[in-house]
C-alpha cells in the first residue's frame, strides 16, 4: 500500500501562501492535488499542511487534508506526521512536490513501480543532463550512482571531473543525470530518517538526503523523462505556464 502525501507550508520564505496561488481558475494545491489523484498507484492522497487556510481549502474541493506541527524543518518530517495519523497500513510513502502544479501522474507511477517488493528503502528521480548550462547550473542537483542505480552522492557541482576533455563537452563524454526532488519512502526507514540529527555532508550542499547516506541508508534512483516545473516565487508562475505552453495573456 502506498500512500501520496503533498506537504504543503504555508509560510513559504520566498513566496508566502503560494499554496492558495490561482493559477488560471484553480489554486496551486487544487491543481497538484487533481494530478496526483490521477496516478494509478496511490492507495491514498492527502495534503499535510501547518494551516487551516490550506486544510479548508482543500476539503473544500473535495480533497483530503492533515494538519500537521508547524515546526517541521522538511516536507520529510511533515510527511512522517501525516503518515502517523493516517495509520500503519501503508507500507510507502511518497512525497509530491506541493509547488508543482502541472505534475504528470506518470511520473508518480514511475516512481512507484520499483516499490512492489519492499526491499528499496528510499527511491527517488532523475533525468538525464543534455546541455552544459545545466550541466553547470549549481541550482541542479547531480547525482553520482553505483551500478545498482543507488546514489552514491548528490552534489551541487560537476561530478564526475572529467581529465584531458574541455568541460564544454563534458556531458557528451559522461552520462550525468541531475535530481528530479520526488522522494519515496518505507515507512520503517522514514520514521528512522526524521529523528537523525543534521550531518556535515547536508550542511555543506544544503541537501537533506545527504544527511540519510551519510547514516548508511540507499537511495533508488529511477529514470525519469518528465521534467520539474516548480513554482519558488511570484515571477516562476508566468514562466512555467509559458515554458509548458499554457500561458493565457492577458487581453
Known amino acids: 500500500m502506498i500512500a501520496g502525501i503533498i506537504p504543503a507550508r504555508y509560510a513559504s520564505t ?11 481558475g484553480k489554486s496551486m494545491i487544487q491543481r497538484v492535488y487533481e494530478a496526483a489523484a490521477k496516478s494509478k498507484s496511490l492507495h491514498k492522497l492527502i495534503v499535510a499542511t ?14 483530503e487534508a492533515v494538519m500537521t506541527g508547524a515546526d517541521h524543518p522538511t516536507g520529510t518530517d ?11 497500513e501503508y507500507q510507502y510513502v511518497i512525497n509530491i512536490q506541493g509547488d508543482e502544479p502541472f505534475i504528470n501522474p506518470a511520473q508518480i507511477d514511475e516512481l512507484a513501480a520499483i516499490l512492489h517488493d519492499g526491499t528499496v528503502e528510499l527511491a527517488t528521480q532523475m533525468i538525464p543532463v543534455s546541455n552544459y548550462e545545466e550541466l553547470f547550473d549549481k541550482g541542479e542537483v547531480k547525482i553520482v550512482l ?13 561530478i564526475p571531473f572529467i581529465k584531458g576533455v574541455d568541460e564544454s563537452v563534458w556531458h557528451k563524454h559522461h552520462t550525468y543525470y541531475r535530481h528530479v526532488g520526488m522522494y519515496a519512502y518505507r515507512r520503517d526507514v522514514l520514521e528512522k530518517i526524521t529523528m537523525l540529527p543534521v550531518s556535515a555532508l547536508e550542511k555543506a550542499e544544503s541537501l537533506e538526503q545527504l544527511r540519510w547516506m551519510e547514516h548508511g541508508f540507499k537511495i533508488k534512483c ?15 508562475v508566468e514562466k ?6 499554457k500561458f493565457i495573456p492577458n487581453p
Open 14 to 24: 520566498r513566496f508566502p501562501g503560494k499554496s492558495l496561488i490561482d493559477i488560471q
Open 50 to 63: 501547518d494551516d487551516e487556510r490550506i486544510l479548508h481549502h482543500v476539503q473544500s474541493f473535495g480533497g
Open 78 to 88: 511533515r510527511c512522517w506526521d501525516a503518515l502517523q495519523q493516517l495509520g500503519g
Open 146 to 158: 553505483n551500478d545498482k542505480m543507488e546514489a552514491l552522492y548528490f552534489s551541487r557541482m560537476v
Open 222 to 236: 529511477v529514470t525519469t523523462h518528465f521534467e520539474s516545473h516548480c513554482i519558488d516565487t511570484p515571477e516562476d
Open 240 to 245: 512555467v505556464l509559458r515554458h509548458i505552453g
